[in-house]
């Protein structure tokens, strides 16, 4: 079956360091993936995807390659600030599942900035 | 309109109480979503619409009953709950279930059964 693996957090951080969040998945097609982003409080947002191999995903400064050699998909941002922090889920959607799109997500990871 | 709103934001209902989740997107999405999420874990799928049909219903009890009315709304009845099935309650949507489209979620639905 599918399956996404995420690094376990919280990962806590200063102000402007750079940030990987490490994803890597199992799947018996051809996935889509995607990191959504879940702000304290709130429902999940979508924060990038990648629909084949080599894709890069970015967006408000995150970016994710889709690395089908590796079956990984990390998360990555330059400089993170204090409005980042927040729970990071990566996710992946097989093309080949009778399902449709059913999103199979990792397990989340917390992200704190400080000042 | 790019948003789907769930409605109550916050809900604490008794066991024997019935009361309903209600969730509306007006994107002209065919697939809509119920997902439930507990405190640190991701969120897991509960049911699946397709066109107004139950698409996909993932073993959930009959204590939780959706509906899909027409194809803007999604409702959840709620009826004998356990103090275990305090969560927040996530709505989607997409344009249809193909697994390249994004699925655009509600703020959530924080259901406390006491």
């Known amino acids: 079956g599918n399956s996404v693996t995420q690094m376990e957090g919280p990962v806590t951080l200063s102000e402007e360091a750079f940030l990987t969040i490490n994803c890597t998945y199992t799947?018996?097609?051809?996935?889509?993936l995607f990191w959504y982003v879940q702000y304290p409080g709130e429902g999940l947002q979508l924060l990038l995807k990648?629909?084949?191999?080599?894709d890069k995903g970015s967006n408000k400064g995150f970016e994710a390659t889709y690395r089908k050699e590796t079956t990984s998909f990390h998360l990555e941002k330059g400089s993170v600030q204090v409005s980042d922090s927040a729970v990071y889920f990566c996710?992946?959607?097989?093309?080949?599942?009778?399902?449709?799109?059913?999103?199979?997500f990792g397990g989340g990871t917390r992200l704190m900035v400080k000042p | 309109d790019t948003e789907v709103t769930q409605t109550p934001k916050h809900l604490v209902m008794g066991m024997t109480n019935k009361k309903s989740l209600k969730c509306e997107q007006h994107m002209g999405h065919r697939a809509m979503y119920w997902y439930k999420q507990k405190a640190k874990k991701p969120p897991e799928l509960m049911f699946v619409?397709?066109?107004?049909?139950?698409?996909i219903n993932e073993s959930v009890p009959s204590r939780f009953s959706p509906e899909c009315p027409n194809s803007s709304l999604l409702n959840l009845h709620l009826h004998a709950l356990q103090p275990e099935d305090s969560a927040l309650y996530l709505c989607?949507?997409?344009?249809?279930?193909?697994?390249?489209?994004?699925?655009?979620f509600g703020a959530g639905s924080r259901l406390t059964v006491l």
């Open positions: 990648a629909t084949k191999a080599d």
């Open positions: 996710a992946l959607s097989d093309k080949n599942n009778n399902a449709g799109n059913m999103l199979t």
């Open positions: 619409y397709s066109y107004e049909k139950l698409s």
């Open positions: 989607a949507s997409s344009q249809t279930t193909v697994s390249f489209n994004v699925l655009t």
């Open positions: 799947a018996t097609g051809y996935p889509s």
